[in-house]
């Protein structure tokens, strides 16, 4: 009897698939295209598990199925707490399997010095990459959690944070950095790409004094700012150049890049492409980022970039600034509408392809829509006026996380309602959906707490 009985279980939950970093795959589509085992008909029927931690998780998490932890296979999730604390949690119990936390995380418990980034895995998922808040890149094993290797990213960590996500593209790392709250001078946003096996910088591109091609001490730049913030960080195309968008900083089209959308080479090596809108001097003037979100890949070579402006800009990636150049033009972009809300973007948009049609999901503090691309114009097909975080698409289902409270669970295709899950409030916090689980922090990291929760909701 206890065959059959592992086999319904297996089948209600959905077979397993990794979820390795913020977005689900190189390019944050947030689409996990495999089936979860939750649908329309059993969401109502999950049952929610709440965790405490000695940390906020005010990012998202990770998941890999059956590895070894321990010296016994597990499911797990990896969360990293705004103090750079990194855990291992078994998905089906929710027992903590390891806890790393990094030399000088107590003295900075508390204070302004925090993290956001949401780790990624290595593809031979045998370890993954985290953030600190001390500005270090670490290396951590999956077996045991033990520090494999360490990297300063920044030369500044004072003042430059490691706020976006990481990235594996190509067989490297890669990391971004930008500012705290305040902005306060000097720090320049970079892209840092390491070597996964020895934690080596390959690359750094600079995105003031962009002319210097390593981590440079930020007061040696003539230039402040340009941080590269958004939660996603960089996104990898498919054919592997990265992108990213810059928040508020002087630009002058040579070695200056703020509020800009910039293609990088896929080391991180070159600057191949830029857009800056028209008006970039009064953004930046009012402090209106457009690095506030990434750029979300639509397909057919086509991109839209969010902002602080509420704006949404549909760009073409071929032509980012109607020529195929980086350079002192800015304009190019082919069409612009307002965020769902009318307000700033802070989040992530997901790109679902469903029936031969590419569709964008789009979540602020005011509202949330669905929009189609049609002819290579995004058109709006529904909007709510629920708050939300980072979108995900997931098993035919969207799920959007309200950061005062509750996890909507909807139809991508109509915005109609299914189920609001119970969650506490966050603030930059993103669920994942996988294998009949879905796991979600609460808790905002601008609080400065050293305690937390996660959700974690699975079917009976």
């Not at 940390?55 to 890999?64: A, E, H, K, N, R």
């Not at 600034?321 to 509408?337: I, P, S, V």
């Not at 709510?384 to 409270?405: E, H, K, Q, R």
Request: charged fraction near 15%.
């Amino acid at each position: 009897m206890l065959a059959p009985l592992l086999a319904a279980v297996a089948l209600a939950a959905g077979p397993a698939h990794d979820w390795t970093r913020f977005g689900y795959d190189a390019a944050r589509s947030s689409s996990f295209p495999y089936a979860t085992g939750i649908t329309p008909a059993n969401v109502h029927r999950l049952r929610r598990q709440r965790m405490d931690l000695d940390g906020t998780v005010d990012s998202s998490p990770i998941f890999l199925h059956d590895v070894v932890v321990g010296g016994a296979r597990h499911d797990v999730f990896f969360v990293t707490t705004t103090y750079g604390k990194t855990f291992a949690i078994d998905a089906d119990s929710g027992r903590l399997l390891w806890r790393y936390v990094p030399p000088g995380a107590v003295s900075l418990g508390g204070t302004y010095r925090i993290t956001t980034a949401t780790p990624v895995a290595d593809p031979s998922r045998k370890a993954i990459y985290a953030a600190g808040s001390d500005g270090v890149a670490r290396k951590l094993s999956v077996a045991d959690g033990s520090q494999l290797w360490a990297t300063a990213i920044t030369l500044l960590p004072r003042r430059e944070k490691i706020a976006a996500s990481f990235n594996f593209s190509r067989g490297r790392v890669i990391a971004t950095t930008g500012g705290y709250i305040g902005d306060a001078p000097p720090y320049q946003g970079h892209v840092v790409a390491l070597n996964p096996r020895t934690g080596a910088i390959v690359h750094v591109w600079n995105s003031l004094c962009s002319d210097r091609h390593r981590l440079i001490e930020p007061s040696s730049c003539r230039s402040s700012d340009s941080a590269i913030w958004a939660r996603a960080g960089a996104v990898a195309e498919p054919g592997g150049r990265l992108l990213v968008a810059t928040g508020n900083a002087p630009w002058n089209g040579r070695t200056d890049w703020g509020d800009s959308v910039l293609e990088l080479s896929s080391d991180a090596s070159r600057l191949l492409q830029s857009w800056t809108p028209r008006n970039q001097a009064s953004l930046n003037q009012s402090d209106l980022d457009v690095g506030s979100t990434a750029p979300a890949l639509l397909g057919s070579g086509l991109a839209v970039q969010g902002g602080k402006d509420s704006k949404l800009r549909l760009l073409n990636l071929r032509r980012l600034n109607g020529t195929a150049h980086a350079g002192a033009r800015r304009g190019g972009e082919l069409q612009t509408l307002p965020t769902p809300g009318g307000v700033d973007l802070f989040t992530a948009p997901a790109v679902w392809h469903h029936g031969g049609t590419s569709w964008v999901f789009v979540a602020d503090g005011s509202g949330t829509e669905g929009l189609r691309l049609v002819r290579r114009r995004l058109h709006r097909v529904w909007q709510t006026s629920a708050a939300g975080t980072s979108p995900v698409v997931a098993g035919g289902l969207l799920y959007v996380y309200d950061p005062n409270g509750g996890l909507r669970v909807s139809s991508p295709t109509t915005g109609r309602a299914i189920t609001t899950l119970p969650a506490g409030a966050g603030h930059w916090n993103s669920p994942i959906v996988v294998a009949g689980r879905i796991a979600l922090p609460e808790g905002d990291a601008n609080e400065h707490r050293q305690s937390g929760v996660l959700d974690i909701y699975r079917l009976p």
